[in-house]
């Protein structure tokens, strides 16, 4: 009996911990549902180095500047808000939200593996938050302290600009993935809190209330929490929240509310703000399936990836402009910073390409991915990842990009707002904890499942453990050098007794792929930007072997794209390759290097440079550029061209040595 027992107690834990896997709420329009992020765990390879220098170095980075006021306070301004401590508010009005993000950024760390210590002092974080919070749930640091300190002036919502709800939507995303991967629910209360407050300040929007979405990450935290918990509320206020962005009067296109949503073609303005509005969209649609919603979606993503993207997934070409460009009516000219710019507008040197505009636009296509199953949203997220991502971060994990250049020279005819060289902390610190829970996350970014579907999106050696929506249960692993190497083997270590689907994603970058099952191969035809479906009730041990070619691809822009015209990029499977002026032989300037038609680029693995990338290297042309003596312009020399060997790097790389020139693009010979 007492073994009975002891085997229906270990079932039932068992049954438990597959319950509390799944989720309370289930998108009814999502085509393909995530995982949870303790279901999938890097075992080595690109992303498992990546996932580590996040641990060991980025958060805890982070934290040596974020509970101190070296810089400016982050955790100070809670405890001076909650009456630990006293001071006045020193920093931007969205730096509430960017301690969320790193608070966020440990919660996904600890999702594979916990760690005590940061257990405990997010305990004593979230407590402070939670004296800082009012009564009725407002948190919102600035005003908190100024109320405290006697300035009864400054009101809630009392600036548009203020980023009240950017905060709270942060503070929504971080107190879910802290439940879900502690199970505790000190943070959940408080963004539930703060949540209630905004649901009845909103109760019934009016057209100067539609002001308040700048950078809508409330959109997306509403919907998390709204999932976490069930509770309707916050998807009718969701609802009403973006509704009332078309009440507002005198819009404009920086913070994309000169039109109602649903007439809206083109990817404008602030690009972060417009990427976090796009992702809460389409969360929304998975939600509603309003059609309305998904229509200009759609065609905003067409504008962006056709006419707006940058070759390494970077977006937001400019640091200041005017929209519409160049218009008759200027009346109807808006100011735009950190924007879209027009149509082809790509400029190199001048690229602004902020982090978190990057990382908006993975959070926006995943969500289009969950919508509808195309790989080509999967396709632009791996391109992001890959380049213009990982190019915010040093190798090291402690300094950082704010902006993310194509081009950087020491001749640049402009003085540049950001610096061209990482740095530990700018001024606006948006970025460095955004990629700090991005890199914590991309396992969530792998995987995703529907009925009877595992979805394998990106390839990195790992390991999944996960159960379908019908309570299957599959466990595969991967082993792979990718992205350095397209050859992929899955193998499937635990599975039911039932037939079951097993979807790979074949890139779009792709032009040749082999698929085989246990050495067979299969009949299905590998189509980039697709995927394949394999059904069969799988064994244990069965074997997908997926080869990529990679060879090394001489990328051309759009001959509207003035700045890239009869230029070259160099692309490898996924990775995106640039030339730094610290592989070129002494004497020769970047400026100088040309790139011939027919060149023949080696790959080859260095395992001792740049934690181990793969380098392009090949024979270019150098053409001298001699003085220019104050002469705009001058009769063409073609003379004195002569060989010279180059190295190419991956982009995200680049800057990790020694100052240095860099170009993406190259003049073709």
């Known amino acids: 009996m007492r073994q009975f027992h002891h085997i229906l107690f270990i079932v039932l834990s068992l049954f438990a911990v597959q319950a509390a896997a799944q989720p309370i709420h289930v998108s009814p329009c999502r085509k393909v549902e995530p995982l949870r992020l303790a279901d999938v765990q890097w075992t080595d390879g690109f992303w498992k180095q990546h996932f580590d220098t996040c641990r060991d170095k980025t958060v805890p980075a982070l934290w040596d500047i974020m509970r101190g006021t070296k810089y400016k306070p982050y955790l100070e301004h809670f405890r001076i808000a909650a009456g630990l401590s006293e001071g006045g508010y020193h920093g931007a009005p969205f730096n509430d939200g960017d301690f969320y993000k790193w608070i966020e950024a440990v919660c996904a760390i600890q999702a594979t593996g916990p760690v005590p210590p940061w257990d405990s002092r997010l305990e004593e974080i979230i407590e402070i938050i939670g004296k800082a919070q009012r009564a009725d749930g407002y948190i919102h640091t600035p005003v908190l302290i100024a109320n405290l300190n006697g300035d009864e002036t400054v009101k809630p919502f009392g600036d548009r600009f203020n980023f009240e709800m950017y905060n709270m939507g942060h503070l929504m995303t971080a107190a879910c993935v802290h439940h879900d991967v502690t199970g505790k629910d000190s943070l959940m209360i408080i963004a539930r809190k703060a949540a209630d407050f905004l649901d009845e300040t909103y109760r019934n929007p009016t057209a100067e209330q539609a002001g308040h979405a700048i950078c809508p990450s409330h959109y997306m935290g509403l919907l998390d929490l709204y999932r976490a918990t069930g509770e309707p ?29 649903a007439r809206q073609t083109e990817a404008v303005g602030h690009a972060v703000r417009a990427t976090y509005l796009y992702a809460g969209i389409a969360d929304m649609y998975c939600e509603t399936g309003d059609e309305k919603l998904w229509e200009p979606l759609t065609a905003i993503w067409n504008n962006l990836v056709e006419k707006k993207l940058y070759i390494t997934g970077g977006c937001g070409a400019l640091y200041d402009g005017a929209s519409p460009d160049g218009s008759k009516n200027q009346a109807a000219i808006t100011r735009v910073h950190q924007a879209f710019g027009r149509n082809y507008q790509l400029p190199n040197t001048t690229a602004h390409n902020e982090t978190c505009a990057n990382i908006g636009n993975a959070l926006w296509n995943w969500r289009m991915f969950l919508a509808s199953g195309e790989a080509k949203y999967i396709d632009v997220i791996e391109r992001a990842l890959y380049n213009s991502v990982l190019s915010g971060v040093s190798l090291d994990g402690t300094d950082f990009f704010y902006t993310n250049p194509l081009r950087v020279s020491e001749s640049a005819p402009v003085d540049l707002r950001w610096p061209p060289e990482r740095v530990p902390f700018v001024t606006s610190f948006c970025c460095p904890p955004n ?9 969530g970014f792998a995987y995703g499942k529907s009925d009877d579907t595992i979805w394998v999106n990106l390839y990195g050696s790992n390991a999944l453990d996960t159960y379908l929506a019908d309570g299957r249960h599959i466990a595969i ?36 792929a082999t698929l085989s099952v246990d050495g067979e191969p299969t009949a299905q035809e590998l189509i980039p930007g697709t995927y394949v479906s394999l059904e069969r009730v799988w064994q244990r041990g069965t074997e997908i072997a997926l080869c990529l070619a990679m060879p090394p691809r001489l990328i051309e822009s759009h001959p509207l794209v003035e700045e890239t015209r009869n230029h070259l990029a160099v ?9 730094e002026s610290i592989d070129l032989p002494t004497g020769t300037s970047l400026e100088e290097v040309r790139i011939p038609s027919d060149i023949t680029l080696r790959s080859r693995h260095d395992t001792s440079l740049l934690g181990g990338v793969s380098v392009l290297e090949g024979t270019a042309i150098s053409k001298p550029t001699g003085a220019w003596q104050n002469q705009l312009y001058r009769e063409f020399d073609a003379s004195n061209a002569t060989p010279v060997p180059i190295r190419l790097i991956p982009y995200y790389a680049w800057s990790n040595r020694a100052k240095s020139e860099m170009s993406v693009w190259l003049p073709q010979e």
């Open 477 to 512: 692993t991967q082993r792979t050098a990718y992205p350095f190497d397209g050859n992929v083997q899955i193998t499937v270590t635990e599975c039911d007794r039932q037939p079951m689907k097993i979807k790979l994603r074949i890139p779009g970058w792709a032009t040749s």
């Open 233 to 261: 509320r916050y998807l009718n206020l969701a609802r009403r929240l973006i509704q009332m962005r078309d009440e507002i009067v005198s819009g404009g296109d920086d913070n994309q509310d000169r039109l109602p949503f």
């Open 435 to 443: 990629i700090a829970r991005t890199i914590a996350q991309v396992s």
């Open 571 to 579: 692309q490898r499977g996924p990775i995106v390759y640039c030339l």
